[in-house]
């Protein structure tokens, strides 16, 4: 067909998709939607037999302008954040439960090696800790203050440099997951044999029980949320390992943007942890009670949102 009679044969179409473009006239939706396929159907046959033409142009330009204001940016809910740690989250996280266990397991087999390690070779605990820490810790016991390393930094720097460096550790956990998730077991491997070795130190001081109701007040979150931080660096090599039915790079995409999702949900408990480790643990004179149900509520706390919630979500009928 001759690009005359083509324009000639669909211009009074195209005049009335472009009049209702511009608000001009109201056509139904069934109306609306079939000119917008007969509109893409016209500009392909355009720029098979007539590339380059004005007619070509036209319909470009027509296409573009539907295409605009069907898939023009829509506005975020305003309860769009919350939504995101009350349903949306959760319920994406129910199928990475797996990673959890795992990034768990690891952590918890290395601690119990690097208990093991300090319990069998006198320098181990120095060679993980360093000389300056056991040294001052050391100090600290003879004084009769064993956990006075807490109290010597101001509260809100302590909050602070804590917070920062948590998060620190918890983005390497997930960005080394890059490297085929060895990366993020081998900052699982570390952080669990330091634990380890540090709680040895203290058992073997006499000093079990106090290093437990003083450090885990806010150790609970904090080594949790590290242990998670490792779950989303998992996340991230299994897109890249196991594609399933995705090809590798769309599975590495869902990969980073499931473990991003998983980091940005650990950013509140950070903050909660450091606060702790800032502002109460170095109140070291608190009763026992009060240090156990802070542990307890922060357990609680952790299990409920990563484990307990997800699951009731999943289980929830969809409306």
């Known amino acids: ?64 302008q539907a295409h605009q204001k069907i898939y023009k940016t829509k506005r975020e809910p305003k309860n769009r954040i919350i939504e995101f740690w009350k349903t949306e989250f959760p319920k994406m996280f129910f199928y990475h439960q797996r990673e959890l266990l795992i990034s768990f397991l690891v952590f918890l087999f290395f601690s119990m090696v690097g208990a093991f390690s300090a319990a069998n070779e006198g320098t181990f605990v120095r060679s993980i800790l360093g000389d300056a820490y056991v040294n001052m810790t050391l100090e600290n016991i003879e004084k009769g203050d064993p956990m006075a390393v807490y109290k010597q930094m101001g509260e809100f720097n302590m909050f602070l440099g804590i917070t920062i460096n948590n998060i620190r550790v918890a983005l390497m956990a997930f960005a080394y997951g890059i490297m085929l998730g060895i990366g993020t077991l081998y900052i699982m491997m570390h952080n669990g044999i ?55 790079i769309e599975s590495f995409k869902r990969g980073v943007r499931n473990g991003l999702k998983v980091m940005v949900s650990t950013i509140p408990f950070f903050v909660i942890a450091g606060f702790l480790e800032g502002f109460v643990t170095r109140h070291t004179e608190m009763p026992d009670f009060l240090a156990v149900c802070i542990i307890l509520a922060s357990l609680a706390l952790i299990l409920f949102y990563y484990v307990i919630y997800p699951k009731r979500l999943h289980k929830r009928p969809n409306p």
């Not at 509109?39 to 573009?64: C, Q, R, V």
């Not at 437990?212 to 660096?233: D, K, L, Q």
Request: glycine share 6%; proline share 3%; with cysteine.
């Open 1 to 64: 067909m001759r690009e005359a009679a083509f324009v000639k044969q669909n211009k009074d179409k195209w005049a009335t998709f472009e009049s209702a473009l511009t608000n001009k006239t109201k056509l139904t939706p069934d109306k609306l939607s079939n000119l917008y396929i007969e509109i893409t159907d016209h500009l392909s046959y355009a720029k098979t037999f007539y590339p380059g033409s004005n007619t070509e142009f036209y319909l470009n330009n027509l296409a573009s």
């Open 194 to 248: 330091m634990l380890g070795s540090f709680q040895y130190f203290f058992y073997e001081k006499g000093l079990l029980w106090e290093s437990v109701r003083t450090i885990w007040i806010h150790g609970t979150i904090e080594i949790s949320v590290i242990i998670i931080a490792g779950c989303a660096g998992l996340v991230l090599a299994n897109g890249i390992l196991f594609p399933g039915t995705y090809t590798r």
